[in-house]
């Protein structure tokens, strides 16, 4: 069974607030200290809140534990490819199998000016989880900086409901 701490902290992240989920994701590291879910979450939190470098060591305490955690894997190869190494950028499109792993290939893609790329991420992501605004929200940014205006509207329209 998930403990509360771990549902905290995964809608905290969720909702954008970093700080709070690592604060639950280290109460439940308290209470389980082997967990991965945990130690992830604490790394995702990190990533968020703009310290990569703690990232990076709650996914290598995790890679510790389990060393072929695909999740703490992806997220190193993620935080690697944003730095411009080309090998942790094909580490992380071989590994992208879920949409929270799509997005994170698309954030890179964006990072170093793919917009085609991280359109093609987002939108892989987008088939994982069709009815997530976020990502209709980023699929319409891209589209609005290649100038599609019509994609970027329709992304508009399925992020916020249809106009009246």
Request: proline letters at 4%.
């Amino acid at each position: 069974m998930r403990s509360f701490d771990l549902t905290r902290g995964a809608r905290l992240l969720q909702l954008g607030d970093p700080k709070g989920a690592a604060r639950a994701f280290l109460a439940a590291l308290t209470e389980t200290p082997t967990s991965l879910e945990a130690l992830v979450g604490i790394g995702r939190a990190s990533i968020m809140a703009g310290h990569p470098e703690s990232a990076r060591v709650a996914f290598d305490e995790a890679l510790a534990l389990h060393p072929a955690l695909p999740e703490a894997v992806a997220e190193l190869a993620a935080l690697s490819a944003s730095e411009d190494d080309a090998a942790a950028l094909e580490r992380l499109r071989a590994l992208a199998v879920n949409a929270h792993l799509q997005v994170r290939l698309g954030e890179v893609l964006t990072q170093r000016g793919d917009a085609e790329g991280a359109a093609r991420a987002f939108e892989a992501a987008a088939q994982f989880d069709p009815g997530d605004p976020e990502l209709r929200i980023d699929l319409g940014r891209l589209a609005l900086a290649r100038g599609d205006f019509t994609a970027a509207m329709a992304y508009s329209d399925a992020s916020f409901g249809e106009r009246g």
